[in-house]
């Protein structure tokens, strides 16, 4: 028993490195630059042990059973130099699973080694069959951006229709603010495609970008049509049911984003938000704080704590998690609109306005951001539900 559970320890970790591996050695010969490889993660290097060798770099991250692991090639790839580096990870499994099964069969070896080679085996052919079978949902990398499992990019990449290469293009093209070009690049594939849930998401999360809500309407209406959607589908639906105050919507997508994986603290920072635009502060509170388990989100569940202490009149807490948000990330400036908002509330529209400001010279299309700024200079022009 103590063999078998040590098999499955070591067989994990040794597996998803050789068929990373294989990806690593034809992108060595068939790219320039650093070839990086991660063991344990998908590009994580946190907590990660870094081993060096020449343009080859590796981190290993230890997990009891590894699923995951990551090649990022160097630069000047091509699809026969794609398609060379992307068979070489199920080739390299294949041949683990053939050498344990050899070695099993035509050696006489101690029960022992049969047993972790069995295991051996049974691992490889695992990651194989999870990496060959063409997957139409994208993986999510660490640093938020999408990858394909080896089998839908073999297929893209033999079809001519490389996604992955699309999805680089619009991600470099949203980088550069060129958000009409990304469009017509996943709107063309789209239409060749005929249909396309992780195409249909990302459209969905540019034109809220870009505020084009009635296309952002139609594929919103094409995701919900599906039934059941992936967490990606979701976050990009209550995205749009939150700018479109549709809050009931909203907080249906944030659900059903937490029963599929309770510890996703991007979900709780969602709900945090829609539970304050739906009146519920307390409960936006509890969200926000469940959120804050991922560092990342510390910033924001400090802010959305201060809006919901503020909505609660508690000014004083209000001040105290806004300024804690600014202190951790000086430069969002939807940390600045909450507390320009805190301002209004106590009707210091001079020093209101100062944040507002402040806001708009960081990011420019911070929501309602000039309302909030006329509303400094005349009060009586609007009402203050308009900003708030």
């Known amino acids: 028993m103590l063999t078998l559970f040590l098999s499955f320890i070591v067989s994990g970790p040794v597996v998803v490195f050789l068929h990373e591996m294989g990806h690593a050695l ?56 794609n398609l060379l580096i992307t068979l070489g990870g199920p080739i390299a499994s294949a041949l683990v699973g053939y050498f344990a ?14 047993i972790l080679l069995t295991v051996f085996y049974i691992a490889a052919l695992l990651d194989l069959v999870m990496n060959l079978v063409p997957m139409k ?11 394909f499992n080896d089998g839908r990019q073999l297929l893209d990449i033999i079809r001519g229709r490389d996604l992955l290469r699309i999805y680089h293009s619009a991600s470099l093209l949203y980088k550069e603010h060129k958000y009409e070009e990304a469009i017509e690049l996943y709107e063309d594939e789209l239409q060749k495609r005929g ?57 249906e997508h944030c659900e059903k984003l937490i029963t599929i994986n309770k510890q996703n603290c991007h979900a709780h920072m969602y709900l945090a938000c829609a539970l304050i635009e739906k009146g519920d502060y307390e409960k936006a509170i509890e969200a926000a704080e469940t959120g804050s388990q991922d560092e990342k989100n510390i910033p924001y569940a400090c802010c959305y704590k201060g809006i919901a202490f503020r909505k609660l009149g ?3 807490k209000a001040e105290e998690f806004i300024k804690q948000a600014i202190e951790l990330n000086p430069a969002d400036g939807e940390f600045y609109k909450a ?43 609007m009402d203050i539900s308009e900003i708030d």
């Not at 099964?101 to 049969?114: C, E, R, T």
């Open 137 to 147: 949902r994208p993986v999510q990398l660490h640093d938020g951006t999408f990858t």
């Open 101 to 114: 099964l050899y070695f099993v069969f035509y050696y006489d070896a101690h029960g022992s080694i049969k």
């Open 195 to 251: 249909y396309d849930t992780w195409l249909c998401s990302n459209l969905l999360n540019l034109y809220i970008h870009i505020k084009a809500y009635d296309k952002a309407e139609t594929h919103y209406e094409t995701l919900k049509k599906k039934g059941h959607l992936s967490p990606p589908d979701l976050m990009a639906a209550f995205m749009f049911c939150y700018m479109q105050k549709r809050n009931d919507e909203a907080l």
């Open 26 to 81: 034809p992108a060595l010969a068939f790219t320039k630059g650093k070839v990086t490889v991660y063991i344990g993660s998908l590009g994580d290097p946190n907590d990660s042990k870094r081993f060096r060798l020449g343009r080859l770099e590796i981190w290993f991250k230890y997990n009891v059973f590894p699923r995951s692991g990551l090649c990022v090639p160097g630069e000047g790839t091509g699809k026969v130099r």
């Open 314 to 316: 508690d000014h004083t």
């Open 339 to 381: 507390y320009g908002m805190l301002r209004v509330t106590q009707d210091q529209l001079p020093e209101a306005k100062n944040f507002f400001i402040k806001a708009k010279e960081l990011h420019a299309d911070t929501l309602n951001i000039d309302k909030c700024i006329a509303y400094c200079d005349d009060p009586s022009s």
